[in-house]
């Protein structure tokens, strides 16, 4: 409750200025980058609602893991009074970010079924798909923002560092732009990115209205299980000295 007080207070439009970047983004992505791109949407009408469908299916999924990845980056530092308190769950500060942030995907997502089923391109049953993703989207964001958070308490460059390779990681996904239109040697190297097969995946959904292949997916199961491990042991093991430096 004091997440979404101190979130929203005195604010007129409320919950609408959670949603309204990303739509700016959308907006702003379709009109600069549809025509641009349109062509390069294989097995599609090269129409700016084909690129609409594909360009949101990345943005959206994008911002909840934004979002959760910069809130989980200084969660330890903005509540260290609570950490503090030794009868306070701990656990309950990634549990917060992650429903703070679902509630304002749920919008931004519910806004975008609706423009689905107004233009009669809805995925059917593949859309069950998403939540499988959604999950282990999460999971990926709670390990390494659990991870990073606890480590910018120790080093404050940290919360910094991590605005500005969000950037760049944003830029290295196949969001607004197709991995078809990118050239072999830029696709090589890209093909790391551990959150390129999962937007791949939301894309299959929404645009194809196909289930996506779940063994692209393995590598980020494993890293996802890493970071979730790794995350929570680093925590656990410094957690007396996080609450010295706090």
């Known amino acids: 409750m004091r ?27 379709t009109v600069i980058f549809g025509n641009l791109m349109g062509n390069t949407l294989s097995g599609h ?19 909840l893991f934004s979002e959760m990845l910069a809130r989980l980056n200084n969660v330890f530092l903005e509540n ?7 009868n306070f769950p ?4 990634p549990v917060i970010v992650t429903i703070s942030a679902l509630i304002n995907f749920a919008i931004l997502m519910t806004l975008y079924v609706i423009f689905l089923i107004v233009i009669g391109h809805w ?15 999460i999971l990926f964001a709670i390990g390494l923002g659990v991870f990073l958070g606890t480590l910018n308490v120790f080093f404050r460059d940290v919360g910094q560092f991590t605005g500005v390779i969000l950037q760049f990681w944003f830029w290295l996904t196949p969001i607004v732009y197709t991995w078809s239109s990118l ?7 890209l093909q790391y990115n551990p959150m390129k097969p999962l937007m791949q995946a939301y894309q299959q959904i929404f645009l194809d209205q196909q289930f996506p292949a779940i063994q692209s997916l ?13 995350g929570a042991y680093f925590f656990l093991s410094r957690v007396g000295e996080l609450v010295d430096e706090l």
């Not at 997440?3 to 992505?29: C, D, Q």
């Not at 009408?45 to 911002?63: E, H, Q, R």
């Not at 593949?126 to 993703?133: R, T």
Request: hydrophobic share 55%; charged share 15%.
């Open 218 to 230: 393995l590598p980020l199961v494993v890293v996802t299980g890493a970071f979730l491990l790794l």
């Open 123 to 137: 995925p059917g049953w593949a859309f069950l798909a998403i939540f499988p993703l959604l999950a282990l989207q």
């Open 3 to 29: 997440e979404f007080h101190g979130k929203y207070r005195e604010s007129l439009f409320g919950a609408f200025w959670s949603v309204a970047n990303p739509l700016t983004m959308i907006v702003i992505y």
């Open 90 to 93: 701990r656990i309950c500060l």
């Open 80 to 86: 260290g009074n609570l950490i503090k308190k030794s």
């Open 183 to 189: 050239p072999e040697k830029a696709r090589a190297i």
């Open 45 to 63: 009408d090269k129409t700016l609602y084909a690129f609409s469908i594909y360009l949101c299916a990345g943005v959206i999924t994008w911002n």
